[in-house]
């Protein structure tokens, strides 16, 4: 046990943990030199390299001298910080990896937050000393600052310094100093995370922080060891949510060696492994060796604030691309992600086509959606609608979240008014340079479609970032989107000069050629009402035409939304169609004259229990 260390990466998006790592397990020897490796390994999720972000978190281990060290990779954005909780509980110390440039952003806060409440001990790696503006000194300085804001404990103050180059391959203790491996790296962690927080006691306990499934054994549970040992073949019991108790014995026990499980007969305490053995084991419960032991405690994780409805594909084009389409594949879909993604809810409705899904931001649940495609399912999406909750008094409350914005000096009166409009409140402001720092509460449902303005507003300069705060008292209305939109009122392909005519009133979102139905949304309105066109009309042919008449018909570029631009944009009465192949706006009740008795009201849905 004492030549175990258990520690968690933390780095916002782009700051260089990927390449740390992979860094880390090429000069611990992990791999032989000829062996093939490929460049940020820990990003094994397709989305995960698209985005480079880190969704799911995932663990690495390798052998420095005598000591054998686990990493965990942590997700650096708020939305998945269901998935940051569950690690703190596994890990004794961090690395907080920050850009010598760029300083420590919000997202890093966020994780760093729930590090030193969990008493971790952090290293902080200051990274990519080698970039031209880097100024490692005033970042460190920096550094100093966000830990005295998050209320750390004196001996987590006395933090040690590396100064490193993850894509260069070397570190450092003091910036003069010459170094070509990361070796000073490996020497602090041996020297200052401490080692797992266990006992190697008679009592096997464990507590689950992650799942995985193989077709093979089943369910995978995944933690650390807090006390005894294990072995293969032994008797174990899980302890769960309820209360209930389930006997069973070890299948498999799992250890990592790199980026790879390695199969093992005995685990003892402090390490990080997988077991099977249960098919309905979940996060947060115990594993442990005889039914009279007391249970781990749970660390409960931070509410959903944002819900959206996950419908068939009822369309006239449904079932054209996809092959799992149909109420019964979505709702297992929703049901094994929530297995593995504990900030995730599902519920029926009273519509067995419609599911109700609630997460922490509309990021997360776009990932979802994004992974369906892929798979092959073909579903509808609402707007994100925040889910509101009432006090002991019976008063609305709605989450709060604080805003982080940097934007240069010229946008920032178009960019306080459109805080304002979405019920923002500054609390701080500080002008660096050509830049204007903000600090704002705002409401979570002023931030859907916000980034979107920003890039427009600050001509792609804006930088933003945001975390849950609190349930605050309801702001009141927030004006939704100015414009309308040109709902099709024909089935047909869309011709070149039926659209030429459409994109007088407005701006397009579909090319000649491509499939239209009465009620799908073929572009946007330059004003705020909704109107109803036909792009698939064709032009009358005579046998008396002049020469000129319908040649060099020029359109605008149309207007291609991204999955999750499309959530921000759409209206509460329509949705996404999201297919594997295609990405569609339409109206949720297709047919004009129903759509006109469904009246536009703001619905408030609200949790049912009481906050305290």
């Known amino acids: ?129 080698d970039r031209d503006n880097a100024a490692p000194h005033k970042v460190l300085d920096q550094v100093f600052e966000l830990f005295m804001a998050l209320h750390a404990t004196d001996e987590q103050l006395d933090f040690p310094v590396i100064y490193a180059s993850a894509k260069q391959g070397f570190a450092k203790v003091e910036m003069n100093h010459e170094s070509t491996t990361m070796e000073p790296l490996f020497d602090a962690v041996i020297k200052h995370i401490p080692p797992p927080r266990a006992h190697a006691g008679e009592e096997f306990k464990m507590l689950v922080a992650n799942l995985d499934y193989s077709d093979y054994l089943g369910r995978i549970a995944f933690g650390k060891i807090v006390s005894g040992k294990v072995k293969l073949a032994d008797p174990i019991v899980c302890i769960h949510g309820d209360g209930r108790k389930s006997k069973s014995k070890t299948t498999a026990i799992f250890h990592f060696e790199g980026m790879k499980r390695i199969e093992i007969q005995e685990a003892h305490a402090g390490d990080i492994i997988g077991i099977t053995g249960f098919e309905d084991v979940f996060i947060g419960e115990t594993i442990t060796d005889i039914e009279d032991r007391q249970p781990l405690p749970f660390v409960p994780i931070d509410p959903p604030t944002i819900q959206m409805q996950f419908a068939v594909n009822d369309g006239p084009l449904a079932g054209q691309e996809g092959k799992l ?9 929703l049901i094994k992600e929530t297995r593995t993604n504990v900030a995730l809810r599902v519920a029926d409705t009273d519509m067995t086509s419609i599911f109700e899904v609630s997460g922490r931001g509309e990021m997360q649940i776009a990932i979802l959606v994004e992974q369906m495609r892929r798979e092959g399912y073909e579903v509808l999406v609402s707007r994100p609608e925040v889910i509101y909750r009432r006090d002991k008094e019976g008063n609305l409350q709605e989450p709060i979240e604080k ?30 340079g050509d830049t204007v720092s903000i600090e704002a509460f705002i409401p979570t449902r002023g931030l859907i479609g916000f980034e979107t303005d920003l890039v427009n507003q600050t001509r792609g300069m804006g930088v933003m970032s945001h975390l849950f705060h609190e349930y605050g008292a309801d702001r009141g209305d927030i004006a939704a989107r100015k414009n309308g939109s040109l709902v099709s009122m024909e089935d047909g392909e869309a011709t070149t000069y039926a659209l030429n005519m459409v994109q007088e009133r407005g701006r397009l979102m579909v090319e000649p050629g491509d499939k239209i139905y009465t009620g799908m949304i073929v572009g946007e309105n330059a004003r705020e009402n909704d109107i109803p066109v036909n792009p698939c009309k064709a032009k009358r042919l005579t046998n008396m035409r002049s020469q000129g008449d319908g040649k060099g018909i020029a359109l605008d570029a149309p207007l291609k939304l991204s999955l999750e631009r499309a959530l921000e944009y759409i209206s509460s009465d329509e949705y996404v169609e999201a297919t594997p192949k295609s990405l569609r706006l339409r109206k949720k009740e297709l047919d004009e004259t129903k759509r006109k008795r469904t009246s536009q009201s703001r619905v408030v849905k609200v949790m049912e229990e009481p906050v305290a």
């Open 325 to 333: 389409v149909t109420a019964r594949h979505i709702r297992e879909r």
């Open 403 to 432: 805003l982080f914005l940097e934007v240069p000096k010229d946008a920032m009166g178009s960019i306080m008014e459109n805080l304002a409009n979405r019920r923002g409140e500054i609390t701080n402001m500080n002008h660096i």
């Open 1 to 129: 046990m004492e030549h175990i260390r258990n520690i968690a990466i933390i780095a916002h998006v782009d700051h260089g943990k990927t390449t740390l790592v992979d860094c880390l397990l090429k000069q611990s020897g992990t791999f032989r030199a000829n062996q093939a490796t490929e460049e940020r390994m820990m990003d094994s999720m397709d989305l995960e390299r698209e985005k480079g972000i880190t969704i799911r978190a995932k663990n690495a281990a390798f052998k420095y001298k005598d000591y054998h060290v686990n990493i965990v990779d942590t997700p650096g954005h708020a939305d998945f910080g269901g998935e940051v909780e569950r690690i703190m509980n596994m890990i004794d110390g961090v690395l907080l990896v920050v850009d010598a440039a760029e300083g420590p952003q919000a997202q890093t806060r966020f994780v760093l937050r729930k590090a030193l409440e969990a008493g971790a001990k952090p290293i902080v790696v200051i990274n990519k000393i």
